[in-house]
């Protein structure tokens, strides 16, 4: 099976901010992907980028360290960073994660 069928990247534009949707797994085959629509999303110099993570349905640490380099290339860009549609699981790992993620406010969990 390929990366593609495992994990699909929507990207939608709005002003200045970058919505990135991710549906499927995120693990080793599939962070490539990520990778890449982050890296071509940061490349537009929007002021926020929203990660939509309602669609995934799998994440390994090899995907938790791509959240977290995604996490280190906003900031680095100035770039506002926004993890949305988290599921209550990932939210746990996120949260408990050294260094931390970006505060993720209530509203914003699955």
Avoid: K
């Amino acid at each position: 099976m390929r990366a593609e069928d495992l994990l699909q990247t929507h990207t939608l534009w709005d002003r200045d901010t970058v919505e990135l949707r991710l549906t499927g797994e995120l693990d080793l085959a599939t962070v490539p992907l990520l990778q890449q629509a982050a890296t071509t999303a940061l490349n537009t110099h929007p002021r926020s980028l929203r990660l939509d993570l309602t669609g995934l349905t799998f994440c390994d640490h090899t995907g938790l360290c791509a959240l977290h380099q995604l996490t280190h290339q906003a900031h680095t860009a100035h770039v506002h960073l926004r993890l949305t549609g988290i599921h209550p699981r990932l939210h746990r790992t996120l949260t408990q994660h050294t260094p931390p993620f970006p505060r993720i406010p209530p509203a914003q969990r699955y």
